[in-house]
């Protein structure tokens, strides 16, 4: 009895280990098979690929850098020495006063129409800025000209009266500036007072020094009448038939326009 019972012991312990043996054998076999087939490689965890790149892409070459201009000799010198432009335009602004005197005397009596006069201007004229556009002694050039509008003709007809028109101011380097300009009055030159020395060389030295207004104009000549028209004006004789203006009156003008200066 004790044989048998070893001999069947024996039985299953043998059995056990063939039965170990054929599933080590088969598990073998089956890892060979699966080394041939490719397991496909899924998306990086967090990628989304419905947004577009951020980056460069891998097979893509960055632009390369532009050159840099090359410097010019002007941006080579120091700043000191390179030349100083300009390049806002200068205007005559509209509703500037312009004051000259009048260098040969006019009159009813000698001047006719299409005569020609010049002015000469007594004090500069800037810009906002401070920037000089009219020096002093730049020179105004008008015309006796006809009296445009029938009905200021016909009520004048009976009146002595001079007819300006203002075309344009001449700087001193020749420069012609066509202008629009209105006269708004007409002035006498000072006289020097008896017994004022100071007076009296302020008189004589008026006309050559024009400094302002202050010294080269005087009251508004009586019985003379200015009519404001466009481009001009009108000069009436309020007493009598004859309008004289001397050399050296003052004249004040205002520009009707913005007037570019070159």
Known sequence: MRRALLSLALAIAIAACCSFAASQATDSQAVPNNQGTATPSSPQSGTDLTQPQTGMPPDTKAPAPSAAPKPTAASNLPQ?????????PRYLAAGTTIRASLDTPLSTRTSKVGDRFTATV???VHDSNGNELVPTGAKVNGQISEQ???RVASAIKDMGHLNLRFTDIQLPDGTDIPVNATL??????????????AN?????????????????FGAPIKGLAVGNLAGGGYILAMNGKQ??????CG????????????
């Open 184 to 197: 708004l009055s007409v002035h006498r030159t000072p006289v020097a007072r008896p017994g004022n020395a």
């Open 200 to 216: 009296a060389q302020v008189s004589s030295t008026a006309v050559a020094s024009r400094s302002g207004m202050a010294a080269t």
């Open 122 to 124: 007594d004090s500069s």
């Open 243 to 248: 309008v004289d203006l001397p050399a050296d």
């Open 80 to 88: 000191s020495d390179q030349p100083a432009h300009s390049t806002e």
């Open 148 to 150: 445009s509008s029938e």
């Open 251 to 262: 004249l004040r003008l205002r520009i009707d326009r913005n007037t570019p200066v070159p």
